[in-house]
């Protein structure tokens, strides 16, 4: 018998003990033994038919030498951390589908779980049920990881995807979105693209051995994208998606990683994953392009990972050298400023022909799109290839004669 224990009973946390129980035969055959959920930590009290198990004291869970996995579930890094540190220093092995607490903490409580000879498993932390950490330090072990780029927020994909398929303003998608349960009261963690920066954090940590922290990695949201601009992408044959991407730039571990909307040609992998579906491209040397695609949130899709992690830990007889990166103290993210991109901008002039005479002084042959309904004054543009400081200091050269970009969005190739 493995006895565990579950951190927070919200909806992951009740979804893992719901496939505990459903799926006992199943589990105990592929973890070779029972798995029994022994304690619940939550301070609220709940009438279910286990409530036997619930304490709201966690020394009840560290000091109890039965219960030899812990899953947490709670969210956020207090008191998460404190919880998970604990645990692994008494010889316990920890199980999350915490992003934040991984983004933020993963190196530290790698190493503690390596020190104590138990495990630090975090499947669940991106993409919900779609595997791909697993993937990342076990089937793909044999290739260098040159790049990774993905739509890991569900929320985000979901509007936009109202926006192209229905013509729906950003205001009244997110609406939508919070309606139907896919976006919070407070929307921030999601279009302003936190929550896709913590999980390409994660996956760029793994890949590339080094703590990548989300404080330095540049973040873009949604806020800014309007019918406009997808009717522009449109008329690209392109379509945009919020884009959490790294990319090894070296063997010292230094790698260009950022957040943020992007035009994607229709014939990309990830361009067809619409409504709250993920889509993760891994870019190997030896696989090419692998891409991982399914419902990257969600109860029963998340509390499946976490149970997995649980299987795979079971089944460990100490700790996993794969599933691990470490914290140099070295920031390894480039200044993306100084990295070139092509680039989708639209504009707003007085004078049409005077801004397109500057456009191309400044940045030579362009390509013009257009629009249904397209103003007089309102130019759209794709530039291919530009230094992005570049398009930076030409920008205040532009406004200096009354020719103001509205808005600028990368086109990336995947």
Known sequence: MINIAVLGHGVVGSGVVEVVETNQEYIAKNAGDNIYVKRILDLRDFDVPYADKFTKDYADILNDPEISIVVEVMGGINPSYDFAKAALKHGKSVVTSNKELVAAKGAKLLRLAKENHVNFY?????????????????????????????????????????????????????????????????????????????????????????????????TEGIGHVTLEDVDYAESNDCVIKLIGRVKKLDDEGNVLCMVSPALLNKQSQLAGITDVFNGILVRGNATGDVVFYGRGAGKLPTASAVVADVI???????????????????????????????????????????????????????????????????????????????????????????????????????
Not at 143 to 165: P, R, S, V, Y
Not at 313 to 332: E, F, I, M, R
Not at 360 to 389: D, H, T
Not at 392 to 402: G, V
Request: hydrophobic residues 40%; proline residues 4%; aromatic residues 8%.
């Open 122 to 218: 975090f499947e669940a932390s991106v993409g919900g049920g779609i595997p791909i950490i697993r993937p990342l330090h076990s089937c793909l072990a044999a290739n260098q990881i040159d790049e990774i780029a993905g739509i890991l927020n569900g929320t985000t994909n979901f509007i936009l995807t109202k926006m192209i398929t229905e013509q729906m303003q950003f205001d009244e998608a997110l609406k939508l979105a919070q309606a139907l349960g896919y976006a919070e009261r407070n929307p921030t963690a999601d279009v302003d693209g936190h929550d896709a920066c913590r999980k390409i954090c994660i996956l760029a940590s793994l890949a590339y051995g080094k703590q990548i922290y989300p404080e330095n990695v540049p």
């Open 312 to 414: 795979d830990v079971a089944k460990a007889s100490d700790t996993t050298s794969s599933l691990t990166w470490v914290d140099d103290g070295v920031n390894h993210v480039v200044d993306y400023r100084t990295t070139c991109c092509d680039y989708y901008v639209r504009i707003s002039a007085c004078d049409n022909r005077q801004a397109r005479e500057k456009i191309k002084e400044l940045f030579g042959e362009v390509k013009y799109l257009s629009r249904p309904e397209q103003p007089e004054n309102e130019l759209a543009v794709v530039m291919e290839n530009i230094l992005e400081q570049d398009l930076i200091d030409k920008e205040k050269i532009l406004n200096a004669d009354s020719i103001y970009i509205v808005n600028k969005i990368r086109i990336l190739n995947y």
